[in-house]
């Protein structure tokens, strides 16, 4: 079975400073992961995504997260948050080998940034 | 562009009664996936669908019901509404090409059962 793991349940960070949301996985095979952004009341907003290739991908919004698989971690990065950047985040897994497809989210990780 | 589409975007039902959840996305996407969401949760995937015709369980089904009629719609079914799903519901679709492999999400469903 796969699982998704956000250990941190918000994220506090003044604009400017760099921000990092952490993401770990589980999955027997190999993964597809995501990160996926929530503002209030909307849907999810898909940011980025490993496929294969380069370990450092880059995003929306300037975003960006390196895959370790090593330590099967995919944590979110921006340089310098902006107070705009305050929302829900998702990391999401799915298995190459799943011909259904399917995603596995992890709980969300609120990020606050304060001016 | 209108993407993935939900309607409504805001219920409130009696216990007991029923309601069917619609969604259909114009990207000619083969998967198509209704989730909910719960605070502190995250996303609960319920059923998905690898296309017209083919639909499976996904972890929390129970009291729920789908239909896949067409590639673009997959209306979600609650048929005897209990206090236990008042959550967001959130439909999702994608293309399970090489690269292609994101979901994209329609702005959900807020049910409230009472």
């Known amino acids: 079975a796969q699982s998704v793991a956000q250990p941190e349940d918000q994220v506090n960070v003044a604009e400017g400073n760099p921000l990092t949301v952490k993401c770990t996985y589980s999955?027997?095979?190999?993964?597809?992961l995501f990160w996926y952004v929530q503002y209030p009341n909307r849907g999810l907003q898909f940011l980025l995504k490993?496929?294969?290739?380069?370990?450092l991908v880059k995003g929306s919004y300037g975003f960006e997260a390196e895959f370790n698989k090593s330590q099967t971690s995919f944590h979110l990065k921006k340089p310098s948050a902006l107070v705009s950047d305050s929302a829900l985040y998702f990391c999401?897994?799915?298995?190459?080998?799943?011909?259904?497809?399917?995603?596995?989210f992890g709980a969300g990780t609120q990020v606050v940034v304060t001016p | 562009n209108a993407g993935v589409t939900q309607t409504p975007k805001f219920r409130i039902l009696k216990i007991g009664q029923s309601m069917t959840l619609q969604c259909t996305q114009d990207?000619?996407?083969?998967?198509m996936y209704w989730y909910r969401q719960d605070p502190g949760m995250g996303l609960k995937l319920i059923y998905y669908?690898?296309?017209?015709?083919?639909?499976d369980k996904g972890e929390v089904p129970n009291g729920y019901n789908v239909s896949r009629s067409t590639t673009e719609d997959f209306p979600l079914r609650l048929e005897l509404a209990a206090p236990s799903q008042t959550s967001v519901y959130f439909c999702?679709?994608?293309?399970?090409?090489?690269?292609?492999?994101?979901?994209?999400f329609g702005q959900g469903t807020r049910l409230t059962v009472v």
């Open positions: 990207m000619n996407h083969n998967y």
């Open positions: 999401a897994v799915s298995l190459t080998t799943d011909s259904w497809g399917k995603f596995q």
């Open positions: 999702a679709s994608s293309y399970r090409g090489e690269l292609n492999t994101e979901a994209f």
């Open positions: 999955v027997s095979g190999n993964p597809y």
């Open positions: 490993y496929i294969t290739g380069d370990n």
């Open positions: 669908s690898v296309g017209a015709g083919i639909t």
